[in-house]
């Protein structure tokens, strides 16, 4: 069954590092998103991105995150220079379209970052 | 306001027990979605329900959708320690970019 994966699955970091969080989404999907989840809370969307470009993003996604689609494969999330409450864990995800009522997203196993 | 709050926030059972929990929200959506997760791992999709839809079935999940209270509710019947697990429910509004808007969250404790 085709699945979302991300890499790595957990990343320690220094404050004020750059880090990159990867991502494959499922291959013929059009729309990805990333979201956040902070230990204990709840799921947060940070950003959707269709057609090579953010369609809608949180509030959250200042200046300090940046996503890109590098290859025909890859979606990568950055974080320009971490800060301690960037420590969370990033879901990455995809789904075949958006304006469907039958929308579903398809969700990989998260990349949990520590920033140190 | 918050979008997709479950109730109750915590729920434990013992084995065999049918789990219910409840998900309201504010706005009107296109869908929404049930996830259940396990403790520090991903999301796994269970079910969507359409909003022109107000019952669906799933094995042991039965998920109900009443739009005008604006409120959804997921079953999960017979259930197994294995069940134990946060179960999430998200809704789905297409004209806001796609995304899906996640409540707290039920955390379900089966004990065997």
């Known amino acids: 069954e085709p699945e979302v994966t991300q890499t790595p699955s957990h990343q320690v970091t220094q404050m004020g590092q750059e880090v990159i969080l990867r991502c494959v989404p499922i291959s013929n999907h059009l729309y990805f998103y990333w979201y956040r989840q902070i230990l204990g809370q709840k799921v947060e969307f940070l950003v959707s991105?269709?057609?090579?470009?953010?369609?809608?993003k949180s509030e959250i996604f200042d200046d300090q995150f940046s996503v890109e689609r590098p290859d025909g494969s890859n979606f990568t999330l950055k974080i320009r220079s971490t800060k301690l409450e960037d420590s969370a864990m990033y879901f990455c995800?995809?789904?075949?379209?958006?304006?469907?009522?039958?929308?579903?997203?398809?969700f990989g196993q998260g990349t949990r970052l520590t920033v140190v | 306001s918050q979008q997709g709050e479950e109730d109750p926030q915590a729920l434990s059972i013992q084995e065999g027990e049918n789990a219910t929990m409840n998900c309201s929200y504010k706005?009107?959506?296109?869908?929404l979605q049930w996830y259940r997760q396990n403790s520090g791992r991903g999301l796994v999709h269970l079910i969507l329900?359409?909003?022109?839809?107000r019952e669906k079935h799933s094995g042991r999940l039965r998920v109900t959708l009443d739009t005008s209270k604006k409120s959804s509710s997921l079953l999960i019947t017979a259930s197994r320690a294995a069940d134990t697990a946060s179960y999430f429910c998200?809704?789905?509004?297409?004209?806001?970019?796609?995304?899906?808007?996640f409540g707290q969250g039920t955390e379900l404790s089966v004990k065997p």
């Open positions: 706005t009107s959506i296109n869908n």
């Open positions: 991105f269709y057609n090579n470009e953010i369609s809608e």
């Open positions: 998200a809704t789905f509004i297409y004209n806001q970019g796609g995304k899906l808007i």
């Open positions: 329900i359409r909003s022109n839809e």
């Open positions: 995800a995809s789904s075949v379209g958006k304006q469907s009522m039958n929308t579903e997203a398809f």
